[in-house]
């Protein structure tokens, strides 16, 4: 004695509303996740930015700054002075974190690279370290441990294109970072400045020999690496919202793969790097959720150093 | 008195952790994963006396040989690189191992408790130490007795030939590979070393501490660990007792006094050692100024 005809057909009706409504769900998940990676692309621009300033310090030097990312934060914070003292409209917080950021950037050459021997790579690696931990803790002192709120330009602006919306102030924020890099890039290959960078890049004992003062080349790297960074310090907190020191060692840690993944000293490489982990940790966030993550770059990035250790557009074999 | 003697423990476990980047640190390689084989250290030796019942010196032999294993594993993709590169590889399989921890999740009833790993809040009752009677000053005693075996072990094999051998890759690793030495094999034994002592260092911490969380094992403490071989001075071994002392001793604890402005001028100090003395603390020139005066006493 089965079911009536009736209840079979309702029955069937039933489970082909469901499957269609289970299509839909399919359907609105494939967008969320495409809408999740282009809001990672766009705010992957920062990532870009701080690998772009690893990047050039390590390829006129050969040594790491670790404390970039906290001196970028710094820098951040230190534009919100403007904000206490006038009532200043966004744009000018963000250049005054750039010009923040670049005397960061040389206080941070005087203080952990001047006076140690160049060849000792170990110390210089433990003196940014220190002053690493040195501004987080300048930070914390100054604002008591509580987040800050920054300000952002646009973010009532949404954009829709299709059945994706765009995020006004991630455009603005990405519009600005590809500004950076153009720049950069000009007055990397068009300027004297840039050229004496990529001579003592390649051959310093050379380019001192052609006239080229290394010192002055290593102190104006760092004050430009230092606007970079100050641009991507303010960038982040306009992105977030909020602007805290748990930033800094996240952000550390990502601007160094950025800069793994798009090869060593490779500035386009950088960039995409930067736009490529920005977009895949949106998406692993979105089918693996928050806490797992991190997990999925870090294992990327080992793929990367065993399959393709000259990263994206990998050099000709060079120096490490 | 336990304060003291919770600080010696503290002191001792930095130290083993310390000279676990040392080994790494003679080949002139800068590996930050030593955190990550120290978590794995502790949640192996940990896991192993709680919901095995291990006494504790097996289930430190058991995490020391783990540890070490992993440490062999990594050592061989890890170190095609060098510099940078590595210490970003290295970074980058410490946090994959915290990550894991944070997701791991392994539990078994026992009576009205749970005992095990849990995901994010850590791994609880790692209680063998007060369960079989053990007071503050054993396990301190017990502590400081692994790190004279470490740090006697690591001091002998400075003055065999494998020590020569080592020193010789981080000095100049062109000039050893043309004297035949095989740099990969080199490397990896030293990682597996570092690995192996790491492994024995975290397995110790679970015990003291008796609750283990992921966030313990970050990029900060796998700093710790390189930052004392290199400011203590690759030298000699005393040099990372000297700057675990240095750091623990006078910029954590002895500084307490000066409340908030302690951590301002745990940086800055560090910054100011490295500039005042860039090889280290106990440098080479130090260690042979000190031979030298305990020689001349003799004469």
Redesign the interface.
Known sequence: MGPSPAVHRLAVSRSSVLTSAAIDVEFLDLIDAVQSVADGVLFGATYALLGIGFTLVFGVMHKINLSYAAASIGAAYASLLILAVIKAPPILVFLMAAAAGGVAGGLVYLIGFKFIPFANPLATLMSTVGLLLLIDEIIVHTTAGVPLNYPALYSDVIVRVGAFNLRGDLMFIFALCCVCMVALLLLLYRTRLGLATRAVSQQPTASELCGISITRVNVLTFVITGVVGGVAGAMTGAAIGILSPLLSLPLTVKGLIVTVVGGLGSIPGAIMAGLVVGGLENLFQFFRGVSERDLYIMLLLFVFLVFRPGGFFAMPAGRD | MDFYLGLLQIIGVHTILGLSAYCV?LTGQ?SLAQAGFFAIGAYVAGMLTVLAQWPVIPALGASAVVAGAIACAVGF??L??????L???T???G??VR??F??FTYQVQAGHLMLGPHG?EGFRQIRYFPEHGWTTLDVMLFIWAVVALVMAAIWWLDRSRAGAVLRAVGEDEFAAQSSGINITAVKVSAMTIGGVIAGIGGGIFAHYTTHIEHVQF???LA?FA??YP??GGLSSVFGTLLAVIFIQGFLIEGLRFMG??R??L??????LA??VR??GLLDAGTVLALKRLIVSRKD
């Open positions: 640190l800068v993709p890890a095609r690189v060098k510099g940078l590169m210490v970003v590889a970074i980058a399989f946090e994959a990550l894991f944070f997701n994010a970050g990029v900060v700093t390189v930052a290199i400011l908030d402005w951590n301002l745990f940086g800055a100090l560090i910054v490295m500039n860039p090889r």
